[in-house]
């Protein structure tokens, strides 16, 4: 089986790849560049299985019949702000906004907010789509708290400020396994693999 991954965010190329490596599944995982790359496509659906789906459908129009394209759409809900940013995450602080620009905007936004009432969940939708039409989408939810200030060097986007239920430390203070264990990406990937391994049986 091959496996294009939908996006150019190196950072989830590289947790996408891992993950499925360490699975042990005879997949061979390739980025877009194998294909002349990953097409343009405006992320305007109001949910994540909407725009992970656009993402993979873009993708998979590409491909061999035989292969398939899978794309995440990801991000963080916060309570308070009624799951804001959602489906804004990557781009919360504007067009072109950095990660930190992102987290520093929702620190704001938060700054008068007490500590009980800053829960959050980031949410993880996996689209995965073959050339002639076949679809899945694996969902996974990590449920914690916001924090007033960032910790650790770990991790990328919002995950110095988001502590899992169940832990005092960061996304980006834990281990790169740990976080795989617990992660949103994680639960919907083992989804995947669990699908994958009921087509090979």
Not at 107 to 124: G, H, N, P, Q, Y
Not at 174 to 179: L, N, Q
Request: negative net charge; aromatic residues 6%; charged residues 25%.
């Amino acid at each position: 089986m091959k496996l294009y991954l939908a996006t150019g965010n190196l950072h989830k190329i590289e947790e996408l790849q891992a993950m499925l490596a360490a699975a042990n599944l005879a997949v061979e995982v390739h980025t877009p560049a194998a294909v002349g790359g990953m097409p343009n496509v405006v992320e305007d659906q109001d949910s994540f299985s909407g725009n992970a789906l656009k993402k993979a459908r873009a993708l998979a129009a590409m491909l061999p019949a035989e292969d398939w394209a899978l794309a995440d759409d990801s991000g963080l809900a916060v309570e308070i702000l009624n799951g804001a940013p959602g489906v804004y995450s990557a781009r919360y602080a504007g067009e072109g906004a950095s990660d930190r620009d992102n987290l520093e905007k929702l620190l704001e936004m938060l700054k008068d907010v007490e500590d009980a009432d800053r829960s959050a969940s980031f949410r993880c939708h996996l689209a995965l789509v073959s050339p002639s039409g076949e679809e899945q989408v694996f969902e996974g939810a990590c449920h914690g708290r916001i924090i007033s200030a960032p910790a650790g060097e770990g991790g990328f986007g919002y995950d110095p400020i988001f502590v899992p239920d169940g832990f005092d430390k960061t996304f980006a203070e834990i281990s790169s396994a740990e976080k795989q264990a617990l992660s949103h990406r994680g639960k919907a990937m083992r989804q995947l693999v669990d699908w994958i391994r009921s087509r090979a049986g």
